[in-house]
């Protein structure tokens, strides 16, 4: 059974929005720095946006002031509202939950950015 379980992504038009959603255990949830990646074929996976169980928020510089991080401690899930959308941005996102012990990861899901 997955411990982090993601939804959202697809297809979208330049200029447009998506909303990434994982749901994490509550376990993991509760202590874990939660994170989005993303990876396109023959690189390597990088971070997107991060977010501390305190609220605390980094972002890649090539998404900043587009994408938004969040996370929801009542139904443990973190969130990534991706605004302003760029062929540039197509690529398999990854959820990420990341404790003292451990790293977990999503199943990963797709988004494309094309007209």
């Known amino acids: 059974q997955g411990q982090l379980v993601e939804s959202g992504g697809g297809l979208v038009q330049p200029g447009g929005s998506l909303s990434l959603s994982c749901v994490a255990s509550?376990?993991?949830?509760?202590?874990?720095?939660m994170g989005w990646y993303r990876q396109t074929a023959g690189k390597q996976r990088e971070v997107v946006a991060a977010?501390?169980?305190?609220?605390?928020?980094t972002y890649a510089d090539s998404i900043k002031g587009r994408f938004t991080i969040s996370r929801d401690n009542t139904k443990n899930t973190v969130n990534l509202q991706m605004n302003n959308l760029k062929p540039e941005d197509t690529a398999v996102y990854y959820c990420?939950?990341?404790?003292?012990?451990?790293?977990?990861w999503g199943q990963g899901t797709q988004v494309t950015v094309s007209s």
């Open positions: 990420k939950a990341q404790t003292i012990n451990n790293i977990y």
């Open positions: 509550r376990t993991i949830f509760s202590i874990a720095v």
């Open positions: 977010v501390t169980s305190r609220g605390t928020t």
